[in-house]
């Protein structure tokens, strides 16, 4: 059961023009969200987070948006680098007293910034 | 600050071996946290260790187990290699259980089993 889902394996965007990469998730516990960067040979970096008391963070040229009510979030690059080119992993938490749940990762969305 | 470092970077083992892989969190930072990633599914959970104490396990047989030291340092160990523990583990840490959600991976272990 994948409570978090990055259904485009890939995506190709001219330099200097907007992407957008997608996450769905289905665990309503969810309160945190986070995305990631990762190179080839590197561990992932991480790019932004948004908590499920705002709809959206900005940060330089990555906004992500959430969207609670379609349990769905976005993150737009703006404008696109090819040094973006990478693959991207959306991930999820809860809040719990006990301490936070883990992450759970979507299975990334391969970002291609054409020159 | 120096980054979370991860040894060794590659291994290769035979089936039936042992591996156990080293991970040197952030200084300062008490929380870690072990992934693995293969291409069919991304990365996955493995165990989170707080102040030398397994706080979380994910869904992963016996024969993946792990620790963590005084200083914060984790080490996790695979017993019994099979052909489908070749991936990349991912160690992270982060600076406190309530901060949990930011996480900073280390580069990695590629492990080959054959």
């Known amino acids: 059961d994948q409570q978090v889902k990055q259904n485009s394996p890939s995506l190709s965007v001219q330099e200097g023009r907007i992407s957008i990469l997608n996450c769905d998730y289905t665990n309503s516990m969810f309160d945190y969200f986070l995305w990631y960067k990762k190179y080839p040979a590197e561990g992932p970096t991480f790019l932004i987070s948004?908590?499920?008391?705002?709809d959206k963070n900005e940060d330089g040229r990555f906004t992500v948006f959430l969207n609670k009510s379609a349990k769905h979030l976005s993150l737009h690059i703006v404008p696109s680098q090819p040094g973006d080119s990478a693959v991207y992993f959306c991930a999820a938490s809860a809040f719990r007293r006990s301490g936070n749940t883990p992450l759970v990762f979507g299975k990334g969305t391969r970002l291609s910034v054409i020159a | 600050k120096a980054g979370v470092t991860q040894t060794p970077r590659y291994l290769i083992k035979t089936r039936g071996q042992q591996v156990t892989l080293s991970c040197s969190p952030i200084?300062?930072?008490?929380?870690v946290s072990w992934y693995q990633q293969t291409p069919g599914q991304g990365l996955q959970f493995l165990f989170e260790y707080f102040s030398e104490t397994q706080r979380n396990k994910g869904n992963f047989p016996g024969r993946f187990s792990g620790r963590q030291f005084s200083n914060s340092r984790s080490e996790m160990n695979v017993s019994t290699l099979e052909l489908g523990d070749s991936a990349l583990y991912l160690c992270a840490s982060s600076l406190t259980t309530d901060r949990a959600y930011e996480q900073y991976f280390g580069p990695g272990t590629r492990l080959t089993v054959t």
């Open positions: 200084s300062g930072h008490r929380s």
């Open positions: 948004i908590s499920s008391i705002k």
